[in-house]
């Protein structure tokens, strides 16, 4: 570093060891973030590509069980159950229940006037979504479990490209592909953004074969791997997909197996965040394993997980380290930090038609995700049932 070099001939010998303690931490803090947000993805892809295993997919005729867990989903349970009775898969090899979870909209009335069309709704006291799926898990019959949210609509052939993958022996779990619908603001145009990113990461880990979890609001697994839930899970998706890795079974990604989301506000993705993010602490309680070599994959859990958890405190080390570098370089870069985050803080203030907005809204939605992150270790303290919230989103016509 010939940049360090020269500072070191400038600096007085009682303030070297102090110059570079600050430089070396500054760059370790930003290296590190870089390569959390850019330079594992890049590897990632680079394996996928290079060591992705194929799926040997096959047309099947499975019996399937669709469980959906809902709470007061009126506005989009209709449009949800349309799209499952219009499915291109055998009507006599589905079942499908609502698990309808203490709601108190019209969430059960809707589910009954699908009755005759073979949905059966199952109305329970309000315990939380992985409680009311271990009851519909314990009714159902099906080979194939095939768990769904009440947001998302599911293209016709969704399910037989799903279900076509476990011709693979190998496979365990299968998540769908989650495209969101555009955007009708910056706001939900960067969401859908930041989704897209995920996505990619999730498709090149199911090519090297798990992807820690899967995509919760459309995937299928093996009935007989399912686990029954401890009712405080915050993340089912991770969960039950687990028991299947630690199984030996593979957790893919089918592209073609589609579920279209609406897109949602930045407070809507830091409400969901916060206890996804948490429940990724709960999560490695839950499989120790996850942290050892039985975990076959862990360096790139340690890389994509771990390294989200721990992006929020890297980049206020990274502030913190900029104050104790060398005159014009603490100005410059501390200076810069301050604008980046003084940009966010403004954000909800400018209006939607100024260009600024283009630069405003990025920088205000990863200072909420980083803020997310942070704030996801209070599952230590704060009971998990408390960090669920409804993740807020906008109908409107396709």
């Known amino acids: 570093m010939p940049e360090i070099s020269r500072l070191a001939t400038q600096c007085p010998p ?3 060891p102090c110059a570079l303690d600050m430089w070396v931490g500054f760059l370790l803090c930003a290296a590190a973030i870089v390569y959390v947000i850019a330079g594992y993805p890049w590897l990632l892809g680079w394996r996928a590509r290079r060591y992705g295993r194929p799926v040997a997919k096959q047309p099947q005729s499975k019996t399937v069980s669709i469980l959906i867990a809902v709470h007061n989903g009126e506005r989009f349970l209709g449009e949800k159950l349309d799209s499952i009775v219009s499915l291109d898969y055998p009507r006599e090899l589905l079942e499908v229940y609502v698990l309808c979870d203490g709601s108190t909209d019209t969430t059960a009335a809707i589910a009954r006037r699908y009755a005759g069309q073979g949905i059966e709704l199952v109305e329970l006291p309000r315990s939380g979504k992985p409680a009311a799926l271990n009851v519909g898990i314990a009714r159902s019959r ?22 076509a993958c ?38 090149d880990l199911g090519k090297l074969g798990c992807t820690f979890g899967a995509t919760g609001p459309f995937y299928a697994m093996r009935r007989s791997l399912a686990p029954v839930m401890p009712p405080n899970t915050l993340l089912d998706d991770m969960y039950m997909p687990l028991a299947a890795y630690f199984s030996g079974y593979r957790l893919i990604v089918d592209e073609s197996a589609r579920a279209i989301e609406y897109p949602f506000s930045v407070r809507g993705e830091f409400r ?27 360096f790139d859990f340690i890389s994509y997980k771990i390294g989200r958890l721990l992006l929020p405190w890297l980049f206020v080390g990274m502030f913190a380290f900029s104050f104790g570098l060398p005159g014009v370089w603490a100005i410059a870069i501390v200076g810069g930090q301050i604008l980046f985050y003084a940009l966010a803080a403004v954000d909800l203030l400018v209006p939607e038609h100024f260009a600024l907005k283009r630069v405003t809204t990025p920088a205000r939605t990863l200072v909420t995700l980083l803020a997310a992150a ?8 704060v009971p998990p049932h408390r960090l669920w919230k409804v993740t807020q989103a906008r109908q409107r016509a396709a």
């Open 14 to 16: 009682s303030l070297l």
């Open 142 to 163: 099906g080979e194939i479990l095939l768990l769904t949210d009440v947001r998302q609509v599911l293209e016709p052939d969704s399910v037989k490209q799903l279900v």
């Open 166 to 203: 476990f011709a693979d022996p190998t496979v365990g779990v299968v998540s769908g592909d989650l495209p969101m619908r555009q955007g009708i603001d910056i706001e939900e145009a960067n969401t859908s953004l930041y989704w897209r990113y995920e996505r990619a990461i999730r498709k």
């Open 272 to 298: 969901r965040k916060v206890r996804t993010l948490a429940g990724n602490y709960q999560i490695m309680r839950q499989y120790p394993a996850l942290l050892s070599t039985r975990n076959r994959m862990l």
């Open 374 to 381: 942070a704030l996801a270790v209070s599952v230590i303290v």
